[in-house]
């Protein structure tokens, strides 16, 4: 499986950015996807998820960031999204697409957001 990350870039606190991430794969044969970020300094976290895709799927976010951003994904084009509003500084560092796949793990390549105050 292969995974090519985007959107990422510079924008202010309170703005808006959706990340993309195309997969290889058919999304529906894949057991999670999800975005994690790595902050400046600090460990590799799980932002969002979507699990039991094959079943109705659900949903999970991180509290930090509940109300503001949105997972989703669009089947006929392989891709899952991040699309996150109301952006706060805390919110800057290198985002990362994940898809478990047979019990694996797989990783995009990561893109980078910073927000500014």
């Known amino acids: 499986v292969q995974l090519q990350a985007s959107g990422g870039g510079l924008v202010q606190a309170g703005g808006s950015l959706r990340l993309s991430c195309a997969t290889s794969g058919g999304i529906f044969a894949f057991d999670a996807m999800g975005w994690h970020r790595q902050a400046p300094g600090k460990q590799r976290e799980l932002v969002a998820r979507?699990?039991?895709?094959?079943?109705?799927?659900?949903?999970y976010y991180t509290d930090s960031v509940k109300g503001r951003f949105t997972i989703s994904r669009d089947y006929a084009k392989n891709t899952v999204y991040l699309q996150m509003n109301s952006l706060k500084p805390e919110d800057t560092g290198v985002y990362y697409c994940?898809?478990?796949?047979?019990?694996?793990?797989?990783w995009g390549q990561g893109t980078e957001v910073t927000v500014s105050s």
């Open positions: 979507i699990t039991n895709i094959r079943s109705g799927s659900t949903t």
């Open positions: 994940n898809v478990v796949f047979t019990n694996r793990n797989y």
